[in-house]
């Protein structure tokens, strides 16, 4: 996950750019952020980021490298773990990919504890 949100970041945000890790724990969830500064991406194709095998820029000419999987991926771990995967992102000003995970139950249960021993 954070291999592949830290390398987009570091793909489309020039040298010079910011790139944040924000960690935001909620009362039954955390919040994970990776803001850029880099080229961000139009609204139009927010909607498509989490599409395996798409990309912004698909040109034969574009510049960064990559087919289009990790961010496909990366959503489906954070929902196989029960969280949900988003972004935010104006054109020229950066892009912040975020995912949210609930907190474990801080008990728990072990309804066979004991038996059988």
């Known amino acids: 996950m954070f291999d592949n949100l830290f390398s987009n970041a570091m793909k489309f945000t020039d040298p010079g ?3 944040h890790l924000a960690v935001l724990p909620g009362s039954d969830s955390v919040r994970v952020e990776v803001r850029d500064t880099g080229v961000g991406i139009a609204t139009d194709k927010l909607g ?23 961010l496909s991926i990366c959503k489906q771990i954070v929902e196989s773990h029960g969280g949900r995967m988003g972004v935010e992102s104006k054109v020229g000003r950066g892009s912040c990919f975020y995912f949210i995970l609930p907190l474990a139950d801080p008990k728990p ?6 038996k059988g021993k």
């Not at 989490?50 to 999987?69: C, E, H, K, N, P």
Request: hydrophobic fraction near 30%; avoid cysteine.
């Open 17 to 19: 750019g910011d790139i």
């Open 48 to 70: 498509h980021v989490f599409d395996r095998f798409y990309q912004v820029d698909s040109t034969a000419t574009r510049r960064r490298s990559g087919i289009g999987l990790g």
């Open 109 to 114: 249960s072990f309804a066979n504890e004991g």
